[in-house]
Every structure is written in C-alpha cells, then in structure tokens.
C-alpha cells in the first residue's frame, strides 16, 4: 500500500520561500497525479496544484505566480515551492495522490501534513 | 469557477442515527467529478466516495453517495461513534482542478 511521507520547515519569515518535500513509498510516481493541498487554522481546504509523472503542471489561479511543483522520479518524491510567503500562508499542507485513470482523478492517498507557519 | 456550498455547518446527531449531508454547486456538475472526504482532526482526510457514488477502497457500504447537476448528498445509514469528523464534497475541473466545499461537521 502507498504511502505518502512529507516534511519541510515549519517557521518562516515574511518574504520567504516555502519548500516543502513529499516522498512516495511502496509505489511508483509513475500513472498518477500529485498534488498539493493546504488547510489554514479554522478554514476548509484548498488545492495548490498538481503534477503529471511526465512532469506537466497545473496550479491554482489564485497561487500560480507564487507556486513551483516539481519531482524527482529518481528519488520517488515530488516537491513544493510557495515564494513571498505571508501570513496568509500559514497552513498545514498535504500531499496526495491523485488517479489518473478516473474521470475525476480522486484523492486516495495522503501524506500526514505539515504545519508551516508564517511569522516574523 | 465552481462555488460548492454545503449545510448545514453542523450537524449533531447520536450513534445509530442517519446523517444527509448536502453539497451544492453553483453550476451543474458532471456526476463523474465529484467526490467526498472525511477529516478527522490531526489527521490526513480520507477520500470516501468519487463520482457520486462509488465507494473508495475500506469505505464501509454504511456511506452512500447520490445527486446530480448541482445537488449531491453523502449518507450514512446508521452512525458509529468513529464516523464524527468533518465531511468535504469536492470537485474535479479545469481551473482550478479540485474544489473543496467549506465542509460540514458532523458532532455528537
């Protein structure tokens, strides 16, 4: 069974990038999406944005000038860059695996989330 | 981009009881594209049902799905105490690709 590891820092200044790294166990990053999702203190949740096995794209709208998603298919991991963080960043985030094989490209494996907070 | 707005906000029930959570969408929504999560606090949501109806893998058969267009609902036939948590419907699109909705707590 999969499984989806994560780590990264949890304080940042102002202005500062976040990184955060999620690392694939027991399965390939191969035929799969893989995204980002973050939850703010007392707030619902909000996708990020994804990346193919082949590398292609997507982000959200509202994050897209700030957001890079990479992987590394060598090291079985997919990475998370947010740039300019704010206060407004403060979040845990979440890695998932999206299926690609479905229409809706569901979200059946989570990492165990990160709280990043944003504080100066 | 489609807004998911669910209700209630809370909904307090006891074990045994039948739970309805409803979701509904600004524009319709192909059946295919939407989905339901549960969220336990301190933990990774878990990914309950996917085009409306079908069950993830380990989703007991006590969790159902149903709707289309922009009215979708997630039961639950007879409530166990594990099944307090707070349920999400989501939606698969374009622009972006998941929308969550703003989630309904299901308490005790």
């Known amino acids: 069974q999969v499984q989806l590891q994560q780590w990264g820092a949890g304080l940042l200044k102002p202005s500062e990038t976040l990184s955060l790294t999620c690392a694939v166990y027991g399965g390939s990053l191969s035929f799969y999406y893989w995204s980002w999702i973050r939850q703010p203190p007392g707030k619902g949740l909000e996708w990020i944005g994804e990346i193919s096995h082949s590398g292609s794209t997507n982000y959200s709208p509202t994050l897209k000038s700030r957001v890079t998603i990479s992987l590394d298919t060598s090291k079985n991991q997919f990475y998370l860059k947010l740039s300019s963080a704010t206060a407004a960043d403060t979040a845990v985030y979440y890695c998932?695996?999206?299926?690609?094989?479905?229409?809706?490209?569901?979200?059946?494996?989570w990492g165990q989330g990160t709280l990043v907070t944003v504080s100066s | 981009e489609i807004v998911l707005t669910q209700s209630p906000g809370t909904l307090s029930l006891s074990p045994g009881e039948r739970a309805t959570l409803s979701c509904r969408a600004s524009q319709s929504v192909s059946g295919d594209y939407l989905g339901w999560y549960q969220h336990k606090p301190g933990q990774a949501p878990r990914l309950l049902i996917y085009g409306t109806s079908s069950r993830a893998a380990g989703t007991p058969d006590r969790f159902s799905g149903s709707g289309s267009g922009t009215d979708f609902t997630l039961s639950i036939s007879s409530l166990e105490p594990e099944d307090f948590a707070v349920y999400y419907c989501?939606?698969?699109?374009?622009?972006?690709?998941?929308?969550f909705g703003q989630g309904t707590k299901l308490e005790i």
């Open positions: 998932a695996r999206g299926i690609s094989s479905l229409a809706a490209r569901p979200l059946d494996s």
């Open positions: 989501q939606q698969y699109g374009t622009s972006p690709r998941y929308t």
